[in-house]
C-alpha cells in the first residue's frame, strides 16, 4: 500500500480535491470541496480507501457484528470491505420502501446486534447519525463510525455527545499541509480555507436528528448523565441521576388501598426503583402523616413520587386540586400528569400553582378501545415542546418525540403479557424498552400481586435497565 501522502496527492490528481467555491449538505458555502465519489472510476485508489478504513475499524471501541455504508458514497467502499474481508454488511435506503417489505435496512441481522458505520467525509456528522438512527430503529446499535476525512468542523465532538465514537484517517488541515507541501495549494489559500473552518463550526440539531427517525422505535443515544444536563426541569433532571445512581428504569405503580400497605411497598421495593406512582385517592385511611412517611422513605431510597390524578378539567379547577382538599398533592407529588384533552390552559394552571412538580402529558393509553388518535398524540406533543420548562415527558405506549430532555414512562407492563379481561394490554419489559423506546417501564400487580414482590420488582429492574442499556449503550 502506498503511504497516505501519496493517497492525498492523488486524489487531488482525480479531482476528488476541488478547490472554488461549493455548498455543503449544511448549506455552508467552502472554498475547499471534497468529492469522493470520483474515485468509483479509479479502482485502485477506491480499494486503498477501503483498506485504510478496515485498518481504522480494527480500533473501535466494540466488536461489530456488520457494517452499514452511509448513502450513497460509502456503499462502494463498505461493498469493498465487506467482500474482502468477508464482514456482513447492511444497507441503509434513503427512504423505506412504500411496497414490498418497506424495509429501512436491508440484509440479515439481530435485534442486539453492532455494526459499524462507514463514510467517506464528515462536516457536522449528521449523515452517519441518520444512518445510525435507521439501524438503531430496527435494534441494531451502533458506538463507531470510520471515516476518510473529517472536515475539522465539529463532526467529531458532535457525535461524541451523541454516544459514537468517529474514526477518521484524515482531517482536512492535514490533508492540506500535505498539499502546500507538495506545491498543489498555495499557503494563502490554505490560510484562508482554516479561518472558515474555524468560523463554521457546526452542531446536530435535536430536530435534525429527530426529522430522520420513523416508526415508534428507541432513537435514544444520550447517556442518562448526558440527558440529566440537557433537562429543563429538576424534577426529569432528578429522575435521570437516580436511574443513572441505581440502575433501574422501574416505576412501582403501588395501587393498594391503606396506608399500612402504600408505605410497607414503598419500604421494600424503594431499593429496586427511580419513581413510585400513587392513587392516593384509594387509600382508605389516608392523612398527611401518609405524605409524610412517604416522603421519608423516598429520601432514604432515593426515589421520586409519581401522584397519578390524571387531571383533565378546566384550569380552575385543576388548580383547586391540585393545591387544596385532603390530599393536598402540590406539596408532596415531584411528578403529576394531566389530558391535554381540556387544551393549553390545563397545563398554564398546573404550573402556575405548582411549587415543585413536573408533569406528564398523556400522549398514549395501554386500555384496549381507547379514544386517542394519532392526531391527537401530534397535539399533545406539540403541547409539550411549547411549555417543556414544566412538561417534563409524556404517558405512552410508544416513544413519541427525541427530544432526549423528554422522559417517556410507558404502562401496562408485565412479564406475562396476557391482559387482565379489564381492558388492559401488557407488554414484556423487552418490547417497551427495545422496540417502542421507553424510558421507564410502569409495573403495578406484576410486582404487588406477586408471590414475592421484592423478587419480582428485582427481575423487572434487571430485565428494564438492561434493555435500556442496550438500546441506549449507556
Request: proline share 4%; glycine share 6%.
Amino acid at each position: 500500500m502506498a503511504s497516505n501522502e501519496d493517497l492525498v496527492l492523488r486524489l487531488y490528481d482525480v479531482g476528488a480535491i476541488k478547490c472554488g467555491e461549493f455548498k455543503l449538505s449544511s448549506g455552508l458555502i467552502t472554498p475547499l470541496y471534497f468529492d469522493l465519489r470520483v474515485i468509483i472510476s479509479y479502482p485502485e485508489i477506491l480499494v486503498e480507501v477501503s483498506d485504510l478504513l478496515y485498518e481504522a475499524s480494527k480500533l473501535v471501541s466494540k466488536p461489530f457484528k456488520s457494517i452499514c455504508g452511509v448513502p450513497y458514497t460509502a456503499l462502494p467502499i463498505a461493498t469493498l470491505i465487506s467482500a474482502k474481508h468477508k464482514i456482513p454488511m447492511l444497507l441503509r435506503r434513503r427512504e423505506a420502501k412504500e411496497y414490498g417489505t418497506k424495509k429501512a435496512i436491508e440484509g440479515h441481522f439481530e435485534p442486539g446486534d453492532i455494526c459499524l458505520v462507514i463514510e467517506d467525509v464528515v462536516t457536522s456528522g449528521l449523515s452517519v447519525y441518520e444512518t445510525i438512527l435507521s439501524l438503531q430503529s430496527v435494534g441494531v446499535h451502533v458506538s463507531d463510525a470510520v471515516v476518510l476525512l473529517e472536515r475539522s468542523q465539529g463532526a467529531t465532538n458532535n457525535l461524541k455527545m451523541l454516544g459514537v465514537n468517529l474514526h477518521s484517517i484524515f482531517t482536512l488541515p492535514g490533508m492540506m499541509e500535505v498539499l502546500v507541501k507538495h506545491g498543489k495549494l498555495e499557503k494563502a489559500f490554505t490560510d484562508r480555507v482554516l479561518d472558515f473552518l474555524i468560523n463554521n463550526q457546526t452542531t446536530i440539531s435535536i430536530k435534525q436528528s429527530a426529522n430522520v427517525s420513523n416508526g415508534t422505535h428507541c432513537m435514544k443515544t444520550r447517556d442518562l448523565m448526558e440527558r440529566a444536563k440537557l433537562a429543563k426541569h429538576e424534577v426529569s433532571r432528578k429522575i435521570f441521576e437516580v436511574m443513572y445512581q441505581k440502575q433501574t428504569n422501574l416505576c412501582l405503580s403501588a395501587d393498594v388501598t391503606n396506608s399500612k400497605e402504600l408505605l410497607h411497598l414503598a419500604e421494600s421495593i424503594g431499593p429496586y426503583i427511580c419513581v413510585l406512582k400513587t392513587h392516593v385517592d384509594i387509600i382508605e385511611d389516608f392523612d398527611q402523616s401518609t405524605c409524610r412517611n412517604l416522603l421519608n422513605i423516598a429520601h432514604k431510597h432515593n426515589f421520586v413520587l409519581f401522584e397519578d390524578r390524571k387531571f383533565a378539567d378546566i384550569g380552575h379547577t385543576v388548580s383547586k386540586q391540585f393545591t387544596g382538599g385532603m390530599f393536598r398533592i402540590s406539596e408532596w407529588a415531584d411528578v403529576i400528569n394531566a389530558h391535554p384533552l381540556p387544551g393549553p390552559g390545563i397545563i398554564k394552571e398546573l404550573k402556575n400553582a405548582n411549587k415543585r412538580s413536573g408533569c406528564l402529558l398523556i400522549g398514549e393509553m395501554s386500555t384496549n378501545g381507547n379514544l386517542i388518535t394519532p392526531a391527537y398524540t401530534k397535539a399533545t406533543l406539540k403541547m409539550a415542546e411549547e411549555n417543556d420548562d414544566f412538561v417534563i415527558g409524556f404517558i405512552s405506549t410508544s416513544r413519541i418525540s427525541h427530544d432526549p430532555h423528554f422522559l417517556h414512562f410507558t404502562p401496562g407492563v408485565s412479564l406475562d403479557c396476557k391482559g387482565d379481561g379489564k381492558g388492559q394490554q401488557y407488554l414484556t419489559p423487552s418490547e417497551v424498552v427495545s422496540k417502542r423506546g421507553a424510558d421507564i417501564l410502569i409495573v403495578g400487580r406484576g410486582i404487588t400481586l406477586a408471590h414475592d414482590p421484592v423478587a419480582a420488582a428485582k427481575v423487572y429492574a434487571q430485565e428494564g435497565f438492561s434493555g435500556y442499556l442496550a438500546a441506549v449503550d449507556v
